[in-house]
């Protein structure tokens, strides 16, 4: 089992940039597919991002695709969205999610996700 801490989460002007972080404890996090998600107020959870096992495969939603990166670092048990070019409609709550029994592939639906965090929360002003 691995619980999952995201951080990072904040108020920013439109354009501007964070870097959600996501701590997961234990020490298989290497064995878990990663990926994150966000719901806004009134809407259905959407996928954001997703990472292979030993990162070496990203992908993104088409509507952050040239704005948001996922990356992960295993010796740190953690991994990372930046965010860039940051848009009002891109406010919501972030979550990460991590998948077990994964096979080299990366997640997109959150049916996938085995392990979620509590979230944080990403406020853009225009």
């Known amino acids: 089992q691995v619980q999952l801490v995201e951080s990072g989460g904040g108020l920013v002007q439109a354009g501007g940039s964070l870097r959600l972080s996501c701590a997961a404890s234990g020490r298989t996090f290497s064995s878990y597919a990663m990926g994150w998600f966000r719901q806004a107020p009134g809407k259905e959870r959407e996928f954001v991002a997703a990472?292979?096992?030993?990162?070496?495969?990203?992908f993104v939603a088409d509507s952050v695709k040239g704005r948001f990166t996922i990356s992960r670092d295993n010796a740190k048990n953690t991994v990372y969205l930046q965010t860039s070019s940051l848009k009002p409609e891109d406010t919501a709550v972030y979550y990460c999610?991590?998948?077990?029994?994964?096979?080299?592939?990366?997640?997109?639906?959150?049916?996938?996700?085995?392990?979620w965090g509590q979230g944080t929360q990403v406020t853009v002003s225009s």
């Open positions: 990472v292979t096992v030993i990162g070496d495969s990203t």
């Open positions: 999610a991590a998948r077990s029994r994964s096979s080299g592939y990366y997640y997109t639906s959150e049916y996938q996700y085995d392990y």
